[in-house]
């Protein structure tokens, strides 16, 4: 039964996944002027009508979306072209290659240092919850998760960066090359990245904390004499995550977005920052690859938490679920 | 049991109500255009007489480069906000209503632009949409703006258009809505006296957290350098004020704060708006 509703889980997600990729090609064909012009304006005949096969400007649209596909399959992302070169160009792998470990290790330590606040923060306030200080820290909270993550990096980048003069404003160190370096430099993006984070996270483990603290078993753990820490962290936060991942899971488009600002903010040559660029130099196929490459990731990542809720919270695994 | 408003809500309503004024009388109020430059005050800081802002590395005045970007960023949030949201709105309350093949062609269309995040979705429509034939050309203000508008209004149809499809399917169980359809009502009648202006408030107070998403996204889009162009927009004025921030740090922070407000008061008044509806829905 379960079974059934996973295939038809993931068969919808091929068919979602398949229609962007499809329109992103439609959309890419759509891009006004003659993109041989553009990508090379001084080639020579035999030139342009090799571009022109290779871009799949000589079939039709159909045709060229499967044939950009299967090269997508075998991991073939396209060729990023020069714009001075006449027909050398570098493939878009190599240059995925540098920038997406990078916002990769953004997102990732954006998304650890989020949850290592959020869920304290968010057991305290449920913890304390309709006092004060809950009151207080949850209203801050909610001001904080409305700030746009590049107002925070820029103002960060300006009292840390220029004014006290503590940390690099701009470029990125591999961590090979200098791990301490390498979290200095990250220091400021993921910091600006992850605030907004923290107060959506804990705001929403808070409302799920309190319902699931009025639940019967609770009493029952208090009266059998277990600390209240146990209790909260021990039988209290499992059952009450699903929120927060569903968001967590919701939240990654807005921080891949939130990333490409950021990238471009602190100067980072991430993924987000080639995305720009090659819409900003039109790089036709670069262009179809990096939007497709994002749209799977987000797809995939919801689908990997709707396996997660089952494996956090016994009671989807049911047949109620 | 009417809750009474709190100070953070005052204070939200407040500075809506004085943005838009800003937006809708901005013209009005006596002092230069954000054009004029003024040589005399470079890099003012605020509170100097005459410019109560301060003056950026470029002799722009501050004050009125906020004024004229209430007016250009409410616009475009207002415009694409509502325009996105009838399209939306349209087709969720539709799709619900009817369901069969119809919903689930709409439900996959809505899934489909929401599985490419929302800037990156503004990002790529508005280079397909602002590009001229002859590249050499550069792509007059006014087109940025409309293309501006309709790849952020095609970013909230999904947004609301789903908020209005779920709202709908649970007006349309109930029995007061049955009883209309077995009486005979037609289908219109019934959508536009019964679904619609219950679905309306949940979905204006959604609306409210659109109008912070596309406020935001206009300011990222233009400091990725593909937004409305010469620093006529908040976001604008933020691209260009963090060219010199060493010298001229408030040419780059009121934009922020300004921005800033604006979008914690349209989500604060979106979640009270939520809220009683929430109460409202609890009492029935």
Partial sequence: MKYRVALKNLAKAVLVLFLVTFSISILVRWLPGDPIEILMPFATEEGRAALRAELGLDIN????????????????FGVWYASTGDGGGVPVRSMLAVALPRSLLIMLYTMVVSIVFAVPLGIFLAYRAETRTDKTISNVL??????????????????????????????????AENPSEHFRSLVMPVVSL??????????????????????????????????????????VLRPSSSTLMTSAALQMGALIGGAVVIESVFALNGFGMLLTTAIATRQYLAIQSLVA????????????????Y??????VRGGRG | MRKKYTIPTYFAFGWLGFAVFLAVFGSFIPIDGYQVIHGDFIDSPPFTSGHWFGVDSNGYDIFSGIINGARLSIFIAVVSVGLGGFI????????????????????TAFNVVLSVPNLVLALALVAVLATNVDINEAVPTWRRLITLVMSLTIVIIPILGRIARAATLAWSGREFIVAARSMGMRDRHIISRHIVPNV?????????LAVGVVIIAEASLSLLGVGIPDGASWGGMIARGRNDLEYNPHALYIPIIALAFTVISTNHVGDVLRGKLDRREGRL
């Fill in chain 1, 310 to 315: 089952a494996v956090v919270d016994p009671r």
């Fill in chain 1, 194 to 235: 992850s605030i907004g984070l923290i107060a959506t996270f804990s705001r929403l483990l808070r409302v799920d904390m309190i319902a699931t603290l009025r639940e019967d078993f609770v009493t029952m753990a208090s009266s059998k004499g277990l600390s209240n820490m146990w209790i909260l962290w021990r039988h």
């Fill in chain 2, 88 to 107: 939306g709105s349209l087709l969720g309350v539709t799709a619900a209503y009817y369901r069969g093949r119809y919903d689930s062609v709409v439900n």
């Fill in chain 1, 293 to 308: 490459l994002i749209a799977i990731a987000y797809i995939v990542f919801n689908l990997i938490v709707d396996v997660l």
């Fill in chain 1, 61 to 76: 649209v159909v045709q060229y979306y499967f044939s950009w596909l299967f090269d997508l399959l075998r991991g073939d």
């Fill in chain 2, 200 to 208: 309306l408030p949940a979905l204006i107070a959604v609306g409210f």
């Fill in chain 1, 142 to 175: 909610f001001a904080v998760s409305s700030i746009p993550s590049f107002a925070i990096g820029l103002a960060l980048a300006f009292v840390v960066g220029v004014q006290l003069d503590l940390l690099p404003v701009i470029g990125y160190v591999p961590f």
